[in-house]
């Protein structure tokens, strides 16, 4: 079983969305540069590792090149049971599954990053990550100062995040070596996220969850507040209301997972860093990570093997690195084009039917080896339409 995980702040970088421009996934960027009326190219191109930083503006670009990438591996038929996202990267895991749609996650991320930053400008705290210590200690460790200091984090064995004012969390790290921690390392950000010291971001972004309409999800979403997996609409909007005052657990989530079934990761967005986090937690556990449009083929080769013999020899509906799903732009009906059969060259740009009055144009070149899609049958967004062989 595969599910797909979503990163957080702090996995941003400069130039990160470069590889996607030409991509037929970044029309996601336009779409998204649309509705928050934003130059998010510029963002995700351009920005140097300052501005990227910035609260708002890292929590927007790893949103967006999450979507991104997800839209890719889903063209190429990949697809999972589950998903679960870190932090910031628990809305894009709502937004894969389809609890919230695509124009809402980017409406809500862009109120969270401008409310976690007012909180930060106001009541400025700091973050630590506590290496080579039990989770318990930690805790020992932020109760032994007398300070606003609590655990941000449990992200894997012997490596917690603690968060609070500038001084409690010294003092607290003082403390964890004495408790024989290897090593206390502070965190680059201007804020301690997921601690009381953001009631304020969390009572403004109430509001903005309050509007949102939340879905069943396709599958199952592990929690961070509970690391507990949910399948109800309803446990949402209280969920992510709790989320920016309460901890990130992401160990606990990683065992949820694994205990429902899950043994393959796929990491979906910038850096690897939930990759190592599950390699860490999870003994045996598959993992992958797709950054860039190159990382693509290789997750097709280790989740369904090299390519077999001819086309004729092709067993199922497996997909490998030289395959490609033309997915649906929309939801509505699927009209074919005439003529479209097995074995036509298609190129890239060519339309192979309508679905409502939304051409299906293909992203490729290559041969038709079929349709998925009947004539006639109503399909949804990014469900499989046809699949072609490249060349």
């Given at each position: 079983?595969?599910?797909?995980?979503?990163?957080?702040?702090?996995?941003?970088?400069?130039?990160?969305?470069?590889?996607?421009?030409?991509?037929?996934?970044?029309?996601?960027?336009?779409?998204?540069?649309?509705?928050?009326?934003?130059?998010?190219?510029?963002?995700?191109?351009?920005?140097?590792?300052?501005?990227?930083?910035?609260?708002?503006?890292?929590?927007?670009?790893?949103?967006?090149?999450?979507?991104?990438?997800?839209?890719?591996?889903?063209?190429?038929?990949?697809?999972?049971?589950?998903?679960?996202?870190?932090?910031?990267?628990?809305?894009?895991?709502?937004?894969?599954?389809?609890?919230?749609?695509?124009?809402?996650?980017?409406?809500?991320?862009?109120?969270?990053?401008?409310?976690?930053?007012?909180?930060?400008?106001?009541?400025?705290?700091?973050?630590?990550?506590?290496?080579?210590?039990?989770?318990?200690?930690?805790?020992?460790?932020?109760?032994?100062?007398?300070?606003?200091?609590?655990v941000a984090n449990y992200n894997a064995p012997g490596q917690v995040v603690i968060a609070g004012t500038a001084d409690a969390v010294q003092r607290a790290g003082e403390v964890a070596k004495e408790l024989g921690a290897k090593r206390v390392m502070a965190l680059p950000v201007g804020g301690a996220f997921h601690t009381p010291l953001m009631a304020a971001a969390r009572d403004r972004l109430r509001?903005?969850?309050?509007?949102?309409?939340?879905?069943?999800?396709?599958g199952v979403v592990v929690a961070n507040v509970d690391g507990a997996g949910h399948d109800v609409a309803d446990d949402w909007p209280e969920l992510l209301r709790a989320q920016l005052t309460s901890p990130v657990r992401w160990r606990q989530s990683l065992h949820t997972m694994a205990d429902i079934g899950f043994t393959t990761f796929v990491e979906l967005g910038p850096g690897t860093v939930l990759?190592?986090?599950?390699?860490?937690?999870?003994?045996?556990?598959?993992?992958?990570?797709?950054?860039?449009?190159?990382?693509?083929?290789?997750?097709?080769?280790?989740?369904?093997?090299?390519?077999?013999?001819?086309?004729?020899?092709?067993?199922?509906?497996?997909?490998?690195?030289?395959?490609?799903?033309?997915?649906?732009?929309?939801?509505?009906?699927?009209?074919?084009?005439?003529?479209?059969?097995?074995?036509?060259?298609?190129?890239?740009?060519?339309?192979?039917?309508?679905?409502?009055?939304?051409?299906?144009?293909?992203?490729?070149?290559?041969?038709?080896?079929?349709?998925?899609?009947?004539?006639?049958?109503?399909?949804?967004?990014?469900?499989?339409?046809?699949?072609?062989?490249?060349?």
């Open positions: 079983m595969i599910v797909f995980t979503y990163p957080g702040q702090g996995s941003q970088k400069p130039g990160m969305g470069a590889p996607w421009t030409d991509h037929p996934s970044w029309e996601l960027v336009i779409e998204a540069a649309e509705a928050s009326g934003r130059d998010l190219e510029a963002l995700l191109v351009r920005a140097d590792a300052d501005e990227l930083k910035q609260t708002r503006n890292a929590q927007m670009a790893t949103y967006i090149l999450s979507l991104v990438v997800l839209d890719a591996v889903s063209r190429v038929g990949a697809d999972a049971a589950g998903h679960a996202g870190h932090s910031l990267g628990e809305y894009s895991a709502l937004t894969a599954a389809g609890v919230i749609d695509f124009v809402d996650g980017v409406r809500l991320v862009g109120e969270r990053g401008d409310a976690m930053q007012a909180a930060a400008d106001e009541d400025p705290g700091t973050m630590a990550a506590v290496l080579g210590l039990d989770d318990g200690e930690v805790e020992i460790a932020c109760h032994r100062t007398a300070d606003d200091v609590w509001k903005a969850i309050d509007g949102t309409e939340f879905r069943h999800p396709d990759t190592g986090m599950t390699k860490r937690t999870i003994s045996g556990a598959r993992t992958l990570s797709v950054s860039s449009p190159d990382d693509i083929d290789h997750m097709l080769e280790v989740l369904h093997g090299p390519l077999p013999g001819p086309v004729g020899q092709l067993e199922g509906e497996h997909l490998f690195a030289t395959e490609r799903l033309v997915v649906s732009p929309s939801a509505g009906v699927f009209s074919p084009a005439d003529g479209l059969a097995a074995g036509l060259s298609i190129e890239t740009g060519d339309i192979l039917g309508q679905v409502g009055q939304v051409d299906v144009r293909s992203p490729f070149t290559g041969q038709l080896m079929g349709l998925l899609a009947l004539d006639g049958e109503r399909v949804g967004p990014r469900e499989p339409i046809a699949w072609l062989r490249l060349g």
